[in-house]
Nanobody, 129 residues
Framework: QVRLTESGGGSVQAGGSLRLSCAAS????????MAWFRQAPGLEREFVAA????????AYADGVKGRFTTSRENAKNMMYLQMNNLKPEDTAVYYC??????????????????????WGQGTQVTVAS
């Protein structure tokens, strides 16, 4: 059974970079579409990025396009989020998630919190002005 664990969060100055990792225990990671979401205090959990089961397709929230890149290495059961040119508004707890229900990719459903079945515990990213 797959369990997800995020790491790599921390505190950086605006304009800095961080690389988040999501490690999946168990197996069959390659069958799952996966995503990154984030949640700041007082706000709803929001979509950040998604990647298809084989890494062939990605989707990004408008606010992170050109700054964030998600990737995966299924053989290592790992997913990554490279975050460059960080801004104070990126401050949030970042979560990785897996869709265990389907391998089908949809630009709509991969952006929805409700589409994901398995979540990590989150890692804090703080970006100072």
């Amino acid at each position: 059974q797959v369990r997800l664990t995020e790491s790599g969060g921390g505190s950086v100055q605006a304009g800095g970079s961080l690389r988040l990792s999501c490690a999946a225990s168990g197996g069959l990671l390659g069958y799952y579409d996966m995503a990154w979401f984030r949640q700041a205090p007082g706000l709803e959990r929001e979509f950040v990025a998604a990647i298809s089961w084989n890494g062939g397709r990605t989707a990004y929230a408008d606010g992170v396009k050109g700054r964030f890149t998600t990737s995966r290495e299924n053989a290592k059961n790992m997913m990554y989020l490279q975050m460059n040119n960080l801004k104070p508004e990126d401050t949030a707890v970042y979560y990785c998630a897996a869709d265990l229900k389907t391998a089908a990719w949809s630009q709509d459903h991969v952006r929805r919190v409700s589409d994901y079945d398995l979540w990590g515990q989150g890692t804090q990213v703080t970006v100072a002005s």
